[in-house]
Each structure stands twice: as C-alpha cells, then as structure tokens.
C-alpha cells in the first residue's frame, strides 16, 4: 500500500474529511460531532482522540445515563459499534 500523505503530530480536524492511503503518527485527531469522517487503508501511530462540540456533549449524555442507571442503554450502543448487536 502507497502512503499518499503523512501527518506527523498534527492537529487533524475530522469533521466531513476523507482521507485514502494516509498514515497519522502521534496526531491529535478532532472530531466535533459533523458529517462523519471516512478513512480507508490509514494507519493510526500514538494519536490522541478528541471530541469536542456536539460529539463531547453525546459522550457526556453517554456518561450521564450511565450514572443514573440506564447502563443497559449504553451497553446496547456499544454493541452497536462493536457489531455485537446482531445485525
């Protein structure tokens, strides 16, 4: 696989980008709850996660209905995400 671009601790802003063959080492990588983002055949290295915005704000709802007992909610979105949801 060709690497088309290298970012090299950078701050990548996610929100509605596309990125194809790149690989990001030791970034910040930003997502602030847009249009989500797509990657294909990208390597991660040591990059930190943010959310910010709208996408920190559903993490905190996230964290609250945890907190108040709705942890079966929760759980169902993460299987959800894993593929564990049976679909």
């Not at 990208?42 to 945890?66: K, N």
Request: proline letters at 1%; glycine letters at 12%; aromatic letters at 12%.
């Amino acid at each position: 696989m060709q690497t088309a671009v290298i970012y090299n601790h950078e701050t990548v802003m996610l929100d509605g980008e596309s990125f194809e063959a790149c690989e990001f080492r030791a970034c910040r990588m930003v997502y602030a709850g847009g249009a989500v983002p797509s990657f294909r055949d990208c390597q991660f290295i040591d990059c930190e996660w943010r959310f910010d915005d709208a996408a920190a704000r559903t993490l905190g709802f996230m964290q609250l209905l945890w907190g108040v007992g709705a942890k079966a909610a929760v759980q169902a979105q993460i299987k959800t995400i894993t593929g564990g949801g049976g679909r």
